[in-house]
Each structure stands twice: as structure tokens, then as C-alpha cells.
């Protein structure tokens, strides 16, 4: 059984702003997130992304924490989390993240010029933070190996003009107040 698809179309919707939006384990925490989801998608971008030779998974606080560190553990990949938080430590760059309802301002430490990086996150809507988050590693001079979500929630979004191709493990879309599978495995 796919965990996954099932626990998605389950997801209640809500809407914040103009913006429907699903809550649901990976994105939100809420349902509790059961150890068996997490770990059939862990398996899932294991097997999907591009982790030759990566340095380092890279992240956005917060929902991506999970996920990403579930990865590193089973990689041995070392993790960065992009924090909302400023430290003033060397080499901390800021970023400005929008939302499809929030903006903020992140910030990268540990991600050196050379790194080679994986870039993994909870979901793909707007494109707005990892747009952000990939401008600030190509400022630090970092190699953007491969950038993956869990989901993507379908349409536009602000990483279709450039040149990276987000991989996902499920594409869906909000329809008539339900979660639509559109693409059951994703994309890459």
C-alpha cells in the first residue's frame, strides 16, 4: 500500500489567505506522522534523488527537518538546516523566503563554497523558498546536485524558468476542497 497517496487523500484542507492548503503529517506534523510513512518516503527519495557524490543535505527549517534528517541517517550524508533564526556566525548568508502564504527571512551556515548539495523539502507549491533557498547556494558558490520535494502541489511555480528540475515523490492538486492525486510518482 502506498502510505503516501492514502494518507494524502485523507489530508483535511483549509484555507489561509485565498490559499487552499492540505494538513497532513509531512507538511504540517498534524495527524501525527506515523514511522511507517516517513520511512516509505525516505526509501522513495533515496531511490530517487541524485546522491553521488553529495557533501551535504540541505534544508529549510521547519518541515523539511524530519525528513531530511531521516535521509542523513540513513546516507550518512551530513544535514544543514536553513534556520529562521540569524546567529551572526562567519559565513552566514540571508535569504528571503515567500510563501504562497508567509514571507521570512533564512539563513545559511555550514555551506561552503565547492559543497555539493542536495536540496530536499516537504512540499513544492509556490516554488518561493526553494527559488530562495537556490539563489543563496549559487551566491555561496555551492553545486546544487539535485533538488527534491515529497509533494508537489501542481501549477506554477517559480523554479519552472530556471534550470533545476525539482524531483517529487507525488504531485497533487487541491480540487472542490480535496487533495487530487494528479501524478502518483511524482517527477524525475
Do not use: W
Request: charge should be negative; aromatic fraction near 4%; hydrophobic fraction near 40%.
Amino acid at each position: 500500500m502506498d502510505q503516501l497517496k492514502e494518507s494524502l487523500l485523507e489530508a483535511p484542507i483549509i484555507e489561509k489567505d485565498g490559499y487552499h492548503y492540505f494538513v497532513h503529517p509531512i507538511s504540517d506534523g498534524i495527524p501525527m506522522l506515523e514511522p511507517t510513512l516517513l520511512r516509505e518516503i525516505v526509501i522513495k527519495i533515496i531511490r530517487k534523488a541524485d546522491l553521488e557524490n553529495v557533501d551535504k543535505i540541505v534544508t529549510p527549517a521547519a518541515m523539511g527537518i524530519h525528513i531530511s534528517t531521516a535521509v542523513s541517517l540513513m546516507t550518512d550524508i551530513p544535514l544543514v538546516v536553513i534556520r529562521k533564526r540569524q546567529y551572526g556566525l562567519d559565513g552566514e548568508v540571508s535569504l528571503s523566503q515567500q510563501t504562497g502564504y508567509s514571507e521570512n527571512e533564512m539563513f545559511i551556515n555550514n555551506v561552503d563554497e565547492g559543497d555539493r548539495v542536495l536540496l530536499l523539502d516537504d512540499v513544492l507549491s509556490t516554488g518561493g523558498t526553494m527559488k530562495a533557498v537556490t539563489q543563496a547556494l549559487e551566491y555561496i558558490g555551492a553545486d546544487v546536485v539535485d533538488v527534491c520535494a515529497v509533494i508537489k502541489k501542481v501549477g506554477a511555480n517559480e523554479l519552472d524558468d530556471t534550470d533545476y528540475q525539482v524531483k517529487t515523490l507525488i504531485n497533487v492538486d487541491v480540487q472542490d476542497g480535496e487533495v487530487v492525486i494528479i501524478d502518483e510518482h511524482g517527477d524525475g
